[in-house]
T-cell receptor, first 118, second 114 residues
Framework: DQQVKQNSPSLSVQEGRISILNCDYT??????FLWYKKYPAEGPTFLIS?????DKNEDGRFTVFLNKSAKHLSLHIVPSQPGDSAVYFC?????????????????FGGGTRLMVKP | GAVVSQHPSWVICKSGTSVKIECRSL??????MFWYRQFPKQSLMLMAT?????????EQGVEKDKFLINHASLTLSTLTVTSAHPEDSSFYIC??????????FGPGTRLTVL
């Protein structure tokens, strides 16, 4: 059972336009969400996160929106740049994991490959 | 951001040999270590979770006797792939954690088993 899903395996966007990457989750215990960017043969790089007490978090060109009722989050990149071309993973975790000293377990979506064309 | 290193970055070995991968958190103490692997064009899959000084907890389908995890200190964890086979070829990534907002992965280790 996939608790975190990214239904679009790939997305192609023109440079300068907006990229919108979507992520859906099923576990209502998730209360913290993260987006990572990954190049081939490299570890994921943290981009931006959002707590469930918020519905929007912005950092430069990156904005994450959270719709708790729909169990949906999205990452907006604007303007998109060719260097943004990578695989993007959304991840989710629940605060309960922190309380039992089990660390902050993340559940990942399947990833979306973003291609930004010059 | 936190500095996490993995060594080696790429290893090629013959089938049947054992390979040790090191993960170090260079500027914080990692009470918990997560080990992931990623097969080509697939998502990151959690293999195991370990707390410093304790035995690792393995995810379903991950053989604990094949993937030996040692988390003896707060800055070092090792993953040993014992008797590696071609199907173990993958990209192995660690994620040390010392608190709720620690979010940094190691750079990964590519394992190729011939």
């Amino acid at each position: 059972d996939q608790q975190v899903k990214q239904n679009s395996p790939s997305l192609s966007v023109q440079e300068g336009r907006i990229s919108i990457l979507n992520c859906d989750y099923t576990n209502s215990m998730f209360d913290y969400f993260l987006w990572y960017k990954k190049y081939p043969a490299e570890g994921p790089t943290f981009l931006i996160s959002i707590s469930s007490i918020k519905d929007k978090n912005e950092d430069g060109r990156f904005t994450v929106f959270l719709n708790k009722s729909a169990k949906h989050l999205s990452l907006h990149i604007v303007p998109s740049q060719p260097g943004d071309s990578a695989v993007y993973f959304c991840a989710a975790s629940g605060a309960s994991f922190m309380n039992n000293n089990a660390g902050n377990m993340l559940t990942f979506g399947g990833g979306t490959r973003l291609m930004v064309k010059p | 951001g936190a500095v996490v290193s993995q060594h080696p970055s790429w290893v090629i070995c013959k089938s049947g040999t054992s390979v040790k991968i090191e993960c170090r958190s260079l500027d914080f103490q990692a009470t918990t270590m997560f080990w992931y692997r990623q097969f080509p064009k697939q998502s990151l899959m959690l293999m195991a979770t370990s707390n410093e000084g304790s035995k690792a907890t393995y995810e379903q389908g991950v053989e604990k006797d094949k993937f030996l995890i040692n988390h003896a200190s707060l800055t070092l964890s090792t993953l040993t792939v014992t008797s590696a086979h071609p199907e173990d070829s993958s990209f192995y990534i660690c994620r040390p954690e010392g608190g709720y907002n620690e979010q940094f992965f190691g750079p990964g280790t590519r394992l190729t088993v011939l």
